[in-house]
């Protein structure tokens, strides 16, 4: 008789294909069940505990089984569950779109709902595109995006992302993207250097080709899966005036970095960055439910206004647009967020973890650690003088997260580059846990003590 456990883990391997895994290699290890979660720490089948140092894929707020989010989950349920916004509305739908437009940035008044990061660019996309067109402009077709961009991995998203290993494949079904470059300031020589060469590139392109561009999409302060890269400090704001100044769209993609995560409620809250659309997900139910966001200004929005035989209308929605449960503990989140003053609480965890992370610097094979609010990325490299990468074959990265997870942590890695995303709600004694963990981790894969220490 096979146990429970082995009959999940045999049910798992011969059904579940998962994301962004290559599934023979998943097939031959021991896959790493979930079966609860409280506050910050998650709790696999056997009933080892570990921290969830990623805040599962980058968008807990306050924590697992967060009672207040329960409850308003539960209190929605003995109302409804679901119905559609096509040609109606919902309570929670409504009271969200009034606090979304009530705390993003200044002239973000409309709010379009989907279900994921990917379709909430998707919508991005396609809005620019059709405001361009229902202006009566048809020269505006084209999309400026940064390089190592990460927005989804649908179609139209997938064409603004510019992550070879994602994109190369599907190349022939994706539509072509003007590519600039990030300010890499570890890579390109320093801050200053590292924003010329956005700005200049952004400069330039928008001066020869302006006329033919309809939005520049951008993940505002940090970009997440290029490798937590954050930008010189006005860089944005630079970006955000170039585009004005050549009356191209600015999307800011906040999946990531929306909801406190970098310190702010939204990354352009820090350089008062006003974006024409703004695209939200992630920490948006406090991680809870598959809820995403595109927010626009009233002049996009007013551009779709018709009379219904001019084919201006926004053709686009999902089966679950505006989920009302979704949207009510959406609602809760952002309640909690306020009367915990969790964003205004950032900055001082996002301290500690910088002090506790520092001696890290004097390893040998840190090259970079880069951290905004408690979104951390920590580049460990081969060689740290010539900042020489180590090669994807050391699997430097996925060796520490694997270390990790033995020490009781949660996380995964971007390349060589080791990420640490706490819930938003952690401790200071929680914090102090997971960063021995990241220490002790990166400590024992570069120094080759993995095997040693077990
Ligand atoms: N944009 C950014 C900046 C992201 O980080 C992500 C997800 N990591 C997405 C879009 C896509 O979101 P989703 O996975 O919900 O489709």
């Known amino acids: 008789m096979k146990t429970d456990d082995e009959r999940l883990v045999a049910l798992d391997k011969a059904h579940l294909w998962h994301p962004f895994t290559q599934m023979k290699e998943y097939r031959?290890?021991?896959?790493?069940?979930?079966?609860r979660g409280e506050g910050v720490m998650l709790q696999?089948?056997?009933?080892?505990?570990y921290y969830d140092g990623f805040s599962s894929v980058w968008l807990n707020v306050h924590g697992h089984q967060a009672p207040e989010l329960d409850q308003a989950l539960r209190d929605q349920l003995e109302r409804v569950a679901h119905t559609t916004l096509l040609g109606m509305a919902n309570v929670p739908a409504i009271e969200l779109a009034g606090k979304l437009a009530a705390i993003s940035p200044k002239g973000l008044n409309k709010v379009f709902y989907s279900d994921s990061g990917a379709t909430g660019v998707e919508i991005a996309i396609k809005m620019a595109f059709q405001y361009w067109r229902n202006r009566g402009d048809r020269r505006?077709?084209?999309?400026?995006?940064?390089?190592?961009?990460?927005?989804?991995?649908?179609?139209?998203?997938?064409?603004?992302?510019?992550?070879?290993?994602?994109?190369?494949v599907y190349r022939p079904l994706l539509f072509p993207a003007h590519v600039v470059p990030y300010p890499n300031s570890y890579r390109h020589g320093?801050?200053?250097?590292?924003?010329?060469?956005?700005?200049?590139?952004?400069?330039?392109?928008?001066?020869?080709?302006?006329?033919?561009?309809?939005?520049?999409i951008v993940e505002p302060i940090v970009q997440g899966a290029g490798g937590m890269l954050v930008m010189?400090?006005?860089?944005?704001?630079?970006?955000?005036?170039?585009?004005?100044?050549?009356?191209?769209?600015?999307?800011?993609?906040?999946?990531?970095?929306?909801?406190g995560r970098t310190g702010a409620m939204f990354a352009c809250d820090l350089e008062q960055v006003s974006p024409d659309l703004m695209v939200l997900g992630k920490g948006l139910t406090g991680g809870y439910l598959p809820v995403a966001a595109t927010l626009a200004t009233d002049e996009v929005y007013d551009a779709f206004d018709a009379?219904?035989?001019?084919?201006?209308?926004?053709?686009?929605?999902?089966?679950?647009?505006?989920?009302?449960?979704g949207c009510a503990v959406a609602l809760a989140s952002l309640r909690l967020m306020e009367?915990?003053?969790?964003?205004?609480?950032?900055?001082?965890?996002?301290?500690?973890?910088?002090?506790?992370?520092?001696?890290l610097k004097e390893l040998r094979h840190v090259g970079d650690i880069r951290q905004q609010g408690l979104m951390v990325g920590i580049e460990l490299v081969r060689d740290k003088a010539s900042r020489e990468p180590y090669a994807w074959a050391?699997?430097?990265?996925?060796?520490?997260?694997?270390?990790?997870?033995?020490?009781?942590?949660?996380?995964?890695?971007?390349?060589n580059v080791v990420v640490f995303m706490p819930p938003l709600c952690s401790s200071e004694e929680e914090l102090d846990a997971m960063t021995d963990i990241v220490a002790a981790s990166i400590l024992d894969v570069t120094e080759g003590k993995e095997a040693e220490r077990r």
């Open 394 to 415: 050391d699997r430097i990265g996925v060796r520490a997260t694997m270390r990790a997870r033995e020490l009781g942590m949660l996380t995964r890695p971007l390349g």
């Open 44 to 49: 696999d089948v056997q009933g080892r505990r």
């Open 339 to 359: 009367e915990r003053r969790m964003v205004e609480g950032i900055e001082a965890k996002a301290a500690f973890v910088a002090r506790k992370l520092a001696p």
């Open 140 to 168: 505006r077709t084209a999309f400026v995006t940064m390089d190592q961009a990460y927005h989804g991995d649908t179609i139209g998203a997938a064409s603004v992302g510019a992550i070879p290993l994602y994109q190369e």
């Open 190 to 216: 320093g801050d200053e250097a590292a924003m010329e060469a956005t700005l200049g590139a952004l400069r330039r392109l928008l001066e020869e080709r302006g006329e033919e561009i309809a939005a520049c």
């Open 232 to 259: 010189p400090a006005g860089c944005l704001r630079r970006m955000a005036e170039l585009c004005r100044e050549h009356g191209v769209l600015l999307i800011a993609d906040e999946v990531a970095t929306g909801f």
């Open 28 to 35: 031959s290890g021991s896959p790493l069940i979930i079966e």
């Open 307 to 325: 009379e219904y035989e001019e084919q201006k209308t926004f053709f686009h929605g999902h089966s679950f647009t505006g989920n009302p449960l």
